[in-house]
């Protein structure tokens, strides 16, 4: 069994900063990468930003760089996503995922087999 449980989410005015944490735990054996995605009402899920357990890659939307921040504990297996400058465009769930076997496309949400419940961001003006 494999679980993957975000927290962190909330209220915040725009401007404001929120930090999202992601535990995984249970028969992961072999973590390539961790990512966030999100899901806006009416929208389709896409890709935030990701970070990979070997060499500590971290790709990110246009949308969100210099204003997000994904970090990782391996020791944990956990990942964090620091949202600072955050806009009501940002209000969405936000879904954590973990890689762990190959292939691996980094802004694919189909390459990512564990997916935890998401937590959800709202950002008000």
């Known amino acids: 069994q494999v679980h993957v449980v975000e927290s962190g989410g909330g209220l915040v005015q725009a401007g404001g900063s929120l930090r999202l944490s992601c535990a995984a735990s249970g028969s992961i054996f072999r973590v390539n990468a961790m990512g966030w995605f999100r899901q806006a009402p009416g929208k389709e899920r896409e890709f935030v930003a990701a970070?990979?357990?070997?060499?500590?890659?971290?790709p990110y939307a246009d949308s969100v760089k210099g204003r997000f921040a994904i970090s990782r504990d391996n020791a944990k297996n956990m990942v964090y996503l620091q949202m600072n400058s955050l806009k009501p465009e940002d209000t969405a769930v936000y879904y954590c995922?973990?890689?762990?076997?190959?292939?691996?496309?980094?802004?694919?949400?189909?390459?990512?087999?564990?997916w935890g419940q998401g937590t959800q961001v709202t950002v008000s003006s």
């Open positions: 970070i990979t357990w070997s060499g500590s890659s971290t």
């Open positions: 995922a973990v890689d762990s076997d190959p292939p691996y496309v980094y802004h694919a949400a189909q390459t990512y087999e564990y």
